[in-house]
């Protein structure tokens, strides 16, 4: 008997620490914390972060070609060496003239009978002497033949290759006399009287290049010649591979070194606050959130202390090639939510994933 009841109390005593580990198992789940979601966002008007800041990038050629024939034929005439300089018009290369002379001969020869024939055919067929229908069977005889004559012409002047503009020769594709096929690179013409370089500019700073200014390049190869350079393209689109905005800029060639496509180098500007700027940014279009329902358009700003996020009201103007404008509700130095903002939620704590590009 005291062997059952022994048993009963241990099974009893089970049940409850049981029920107790289930608890507290079941409370340890509800106030599991809530991990930070990560997002890409920008500190606006954070022109220090800016300013001093190097950007590297490439030269390219101001212009630049690959030379070919639209016509095929063997090559007799190829008078450019590589590194030569040729002015617009040059020869760079010539094919054997007869074929293309003896077709144009051929053509003309053809055009001269069927526009005699048309010419004898119009004089014939207001007296009745001829049908409509013959005449006009001589007519379209003359279309096909002149355009035959013109084809010819053209063939002829294509055999010649000159220079587009003035460049220099920096790789040369065939031999002399080599049999040549259409569209078969020639030369590659180079034009760097002026100079380009492409910088890969990251979203925390592309609103800040339309108001740039005093931009200049060191390339590593010539160290201490500082070049002025002005924005020549902004692209409104990221790079789907480094998620970057291509920018291009331009640059006169120095005079005392030369600057050559493929060299590396650094760019540097300057942004300046005024009154009239010192509330107003530029924000991508990826951060604006617009409720139907409100009206209203709001983004997202991240506390940077706490890096929970609100919703912040604001004021938009007129969309820019790097985004749109915000004329009211955001203050500089303010972290501005641009990717991931339809998934948040007041108070959310969040990672910064790009907060080194700032």
């Not at 096909?144 to 920096?170: R, T, Y």
């Not at 030369?187 to 492409?198: F, H, K, P």
């Not at 997202?300 to 604001?314: G, M």
Request: aromatic content about 6%.
């Amino acid at each position: 008997m005291r062997k059952l009841v022994s048993s009963r109390v241990y099974y009893f005593i089970l049940l409850i620490v049981s029920a107790f580990g289930i608890s507290c198992s079941q409370n340890d789940k509800n106030h599991t914390p809530r991990q930070t979601r990560p997002v890409k966002a920008i500190q606006i008007g954070n022109t220090n972060a800016f300013n001093g800041r190097a950007f590297p990038g490439r030269a390219r050629a101001f212009q630049q070609v690959n030379l070919s024939f639209n016509v095929s034929g063997s090559l007799i005439e190829l008078p450019v060496k590589i590194g030569d300089n040729v002015k617009k018009g040059s020869l760079i290369a010539k094919l054997d003239p007869l074929e293309f002379e003896a077709k144009l001969q051929s053509a003309q020869a053809e055009f001269t009978r069927d526009q005699q024939n048309f010419l004898r055919a119009q004089a014939l067929v207001g007296k009745g002497h001829i049908s409509k229908a013959d005449y006009d069977l001589l007519k379209a005889k003359l279309g096909v033949s002149k355009a035959n004559q013109d084809l010819a012409e053209k063939s002829l002047k294509d055999s010649v290759l000159k220079a587009p503009f003035d460049g220099k020769i920096s790789t040369l594709y065939v031999e002399n006399y080599q049999t040549i096929a259409s569209k078969q690179n020639i030369a590659r013409l180079l034009d760097t009287s002026q100079i380009e370089m492409v910088l890969q500019m990251p979203e925390g700073v592309i609103s800040y290049i339309p108001n740039v200014k005093d931009i200049v390049v060191h390339f590593d190869s010539f160290p201490n010649v500082a070049i002025p350079a002005q924005i020549k393209e902004i692209s409104n689109e990221a790079s789907p591979e480094t998620r970057t905005y291509p920018v291009t800029l331009i640059m006169q060639q120095p005079k005392d070194v030369e600057i050559l496509p493929g060299m590396a180098g650094k760019a540097t500007g300057h942004i300046e606050q005024t009154k009239n700027t010192q509330n107003k940014f530029t924000i991508p279009s990826s951060a604006v959130v617009t409720t139907d329902s409100e009206k209203k358009t709001y983004v997202w700003i991240i506390n940077p202390k706490t890096y929970q996020v609100h919703r912040c009201q604001i004021q938009i103007g007129e969309l820019t090639p790097t985004g749109i404008s915000v004329i009211k509700g955001l203050h500089a130095g303010e972290w501005v939510v641009t990717a991931g903002i339809h998934s948040l939620e007041e108070g959310e704590k969040v990672t910064i994933l790009n907060e080194q590009d700032n």
